[in-house]
């Protein structure tokens, strides 16, 4: 079983930074990709960015050159820098990682972007 706990969310001004954070436990041997995807109420989730084990990233448009995406293989953590935060960053952003052909996800933690 994997336990994915995520860290970071909170309420921000329009042009601010958050840092996310989601470290994984429980019985791992490799993981894959990791991810990072926000869902407003009423809407489907969203990819936001992604990391493969071999570091490539990639990212939604409405977030490049803002976010960045980085992993530490050895905590099993995968983080996403926001900077330049705008109000429609507003979600709940949910970590996602495959362990083999498994996906898991993080509970979710609130951006809120707002003056």
């Known amino acids: 079983q994997v336990q994915l706990v995520e860290s970071g969310g909170g309420l921000v001004q329009p042009g601010g930074s958050l840092r996310l954070s989601c470290a994984a436990s429980?019985?791992?041997?490799?993981?894959?990709?990791m991810g990072w995807y926000r869902q407003a109420p009423g809407k489907e989730r969203e990819l936001v960015a992604v990391?493969?084990?071999?570091?490539?990233?990639n990212y939604v448009d409405s977030v490049k050159g803002r976010f960045t995406i980085s992993r530490d293989n050895a905590k099993n953590t995968v983080y996403l820098q926001m900077n330049s935060l705008k109000p429609e960053d507003t979600d709940v952003y949910y970590c996602?990682?495959?362990?083999?052909?498994?996906?898991?996800w993080g509970q979710g933690t609130q951006v809120t972007v707002s003056s």
């Open positions: 990391i493969t084990s071999g570091g490539s990233t």
């Open positions: 996602n990682i495959r362990v083999g052909s498994s996906l898991y």
């Open positions: 429980g019985t791992i041997f490799t993981i894959n990709r």
